[in-house]
């Protein structure tokens, strides 16, 4: 039913404005996150990314008459779940079946979830051979899990600003 009238009005389901919070709602270190990562990336330039957070939203086509999109609380706010239920990355390391030995959840904006959930990975659910060379610690993980993690932070890029076109204009 919610498609249905989306596709009526014109709106994909992350381009519907949300009453009730601005731009002053938002939270800092998200920002601090994604100028970092769009900088780093080559995506944005420094001068592209001097402008205030509002500027950035519009620019970003996450405003619309003076009102947050839903994207841009998913992004940018501190708490989304509080407008969108299980807006979190939630891990489990599992036994044998189904034997659940632990798990974490990561809640925040979706950029603070994605710059915790790679050192958590490693923190906590990557296992290493420990060696010594004299008195350094030598932290070795598996062949697979090295290739892979080479990439990561590229990954981690991508996955930042696959959000966002070319020209910095959100996708939806």
Known sequence: MTEFLLSKT???WD?????GVTVDDLDKESFDIFRREALRSGRMTEKDL????EQLLDNLGLLE???LKRAAILLFHRNPEKWVTGAYIKIGYFGEGSDLRYQDEIHGSLFIQADRVIELIYLRY???MI????????ETYPRWFRYRSGYMRTRYISVMTAFFRSDGL???
């Open 65 to 67: 008459h003076g009102k």
């Open 131 to 138: 060696s010594y060379d004299n008195v350094t610690r030598i």
């Open 15 to 19: 381009a519907v404005p949300v009453d």
């Open 170 to 172: 959100w996708k939806h």
């Open 50 to 53: 001097n402008m205030s957070n």
């Open 10 to 12: 014109g709106y994909s």
């Open 126 to 128: 990557m296992k290493a």
